[in-house]
């Protein structure tokens, strides 16, 4: 029987947020260790896909648990808590001989003192296991692949759903690259290019837009033998680190690598410029959502999605929902606001409140916005988050309350959580279909949720920790020359960039 070590740490960095992630946040979603993380979460996401291994391998397996820690996207991690994440991860692997290690982690995570916490995390893994134990590591579509990743990992297996719907089939594709290896014993050869570039999401899904059929190739071409893992990793654009931009990844038992990596680059290259999103000011919004006949209307806020880990409470497009007369139910929003939540909370249902919301996490942007309402609903918001950005994944965004201003009711919440399910609405009561404008938190995802159901889409751009106009951003540390942030014609100019692996 083999027995097969997994861990996982998984939280997307917005590095332009300010508010540091805590180990509360990650109390928020549940720490566990030892035989709790696949006895207690072992039907959750990718977790749930490793637990196909005794399937791949044809052998009941013996589970070594390291530790599971989720969070919600947000600031970098404090400097301890990535450093007491990695104890408790490779504690056990100093101890215990292991056949085989999976690793659950998002890909783009920094923290305060380190730019490449994934990798950091994956190099522990492999000075604690030694050479010889396969390593194999899930991560998102929006990882920033680097050199540390590709030199320590035999195997890097990414997500091939945006929206991101394929959390488990994610973990069954890691479980069976590592069954491969056990199996021979053979290790891939790995191949990585790095491409010069980020984008927002703006037609940049895989199930349409300018990408769709280069996605189709690869996902077939990773059902081909010998062929372990194909990815394109488009990297989440709010990480200010160096090295950071788009990688296509091949890993493979075969001598050359099946798919030419210069040729996917350049066609990834040629599509920099798309854009096909027509992007509202706040001040937009309300009238461009009145002429859409029907309701709801989805409406992006972008620029403080939770879903690219802002701090989620920007009053810039909050204000003008105030204000604004809109009929037909209003506008339902959200805020994370700890303090104005408890204010509600302690003034109790129906009561008139002022009080200040929204602008606290982060003033660079935007001001506490004052405001009178009344307290419609109290509760806490939890939920069970299935599809985009979560597979049975347990949501808690603490207590809440829902307040009634102008025309708008704005849910103020105690955590950060997904700006993207409407089921965050449902939780305590709203339905998001009795408004004429529905905000959510994400520059994409939500759609999977919202789009079935919803009479329009539209996109608002303001800034942000998560503004769409990358060019506004100010970005510090990444390498340049980096197309947006420079006037670039060819990828040859990042002397950077370009092919590595091992």
Not at 44 to 67: K, T
Request: proline letters at 6%; hydrophobic letters at 40%.
């Amino acid at each position: 029987m083999k027995r097969i070590a997994v861990g996982q740490i998984l939280q997307e960095t917005n590095s332009i947020n300010p508010v540091p992630t805590s180990l509360a946040d990650f109390d928020v979603f549940g720490l566990a260790i030892g035989d709790d993380v696949m006895g207690e979460y072992g039907d959750v996401g990718e977790l749930a896909g490793f637990g196909s291994l005794p399937d791949a391998l044809g052998e009941d397996v013996e589970w070594l648990g390291l530790v599971r820690a989720v969070a919600w996207s947000g600031g970098p991690m404090r400097d301890e808590v990535l450093a007491g994440l990695i104890e408790q991860l490779v504690g056990p692997l100093r101890q215990q001989r292991t056949d085989g290690v999976l690793l659950s982690l998002h890909g783009a995570q920094c923290a305060q003192s380190c730019f490449d916490a994934a990798g950091k995390i994956i190099q522990q893994v492999r000075d604690s296991v030694g050479p010889d134990t396969p390593i194999v590591a899930t991560l998102d579509l929006h990882a920033n692949i680097t050199r540390r990743m590709v030199r320590n990992a035999d195997v890097l297996v990414g997500y091939q759903t945006h929206p991101h719907t394929d959390h488990v089939k994610t973990g069954q594709r890691a479980a069976r690259a590592l069954a491969q290896m056990i199996a021979n014993g053979k290790r891939p050869r790995v191949s990585a290019y790095k491409i010069p570039m980020i984008a927002n999401d703006d037609g940049r899904s895989t199930d349409r837009g300018v990408l769709a059929e280069l996605w189709q190739e690869l996902v077939a071409t990773e059902c081909c033998p010998d062929v372990l893992s194909v990815g394109l990793y488009q990297v989440q654009p709010w990480f200010d680190v160096p090295a950071t931009g788009w990688t296509f990844y091949q890993a493979c038992f075969g001598e050359a690598p099946p798919l030419d990596s210069e040729r996917v680059a350049q066609a990834c290259w040629a599509t920099r410029t798309y854009a096909e999103r027509r992007f509202l000011e706040p001040g937009d919004v309300v009238a461009e959502a009145a002429a859409i006949t029907g309701r709801p209307i989805a409406v992006s806020e972008g620029h403080d999605a939770t879903n690219s880990g802002a701090p989620g409470d920007s009053t810039l497009l909050l204000a003008e929902l105030i204000r604004a007369e809109i009929p037909q139910g209003g506008a339902l929003t959200f805020c994370v606001d700890p303090e104005a939540a408890a204010a509600c909370c302690e003034a109790g249902e129906g009561a008139e409140i002022e009080l200040t919301v929204g602008g606290k996490r982060d003033s660079r942007y935007c001001q506490p916005l004052p405001l009178t309402g009344k307290v419609q609903r109290l509760g806490t918001v939890q939920y069970t988050l299935h599809g985009h950005a979560g597979n049975n994944l347990q949501v808690s965004m603490g207590r809440a309350a829902a307040l009634q201003a102008g025309s708008a009711t704005v849910l103020l919440t105690e955590y950060t959580g997904p700006g993207s399910s409407p089921l965050m609405y449902q939780a305590i009561g709203l339905d998001p279909r009795d408004f004429k404008i529905v905000v959510a938190k994400s520059p994409e995802g939500f759609r999977n949720d919202y789009e079935p159901f919803a009479a329009g889409i539209l996109y608002c751009a303001a800034p942000g920790c998560s503004n769409p106009n990358l060019k506004a951003i100010g970005y510090q540390h990444m390498s340049r020359p980096l197309y947006p942030l420079d006037d670039m014609t060819e990828i040859a100019e990042a002397k950077w960039a370009g092919r590595f692996g091992k």
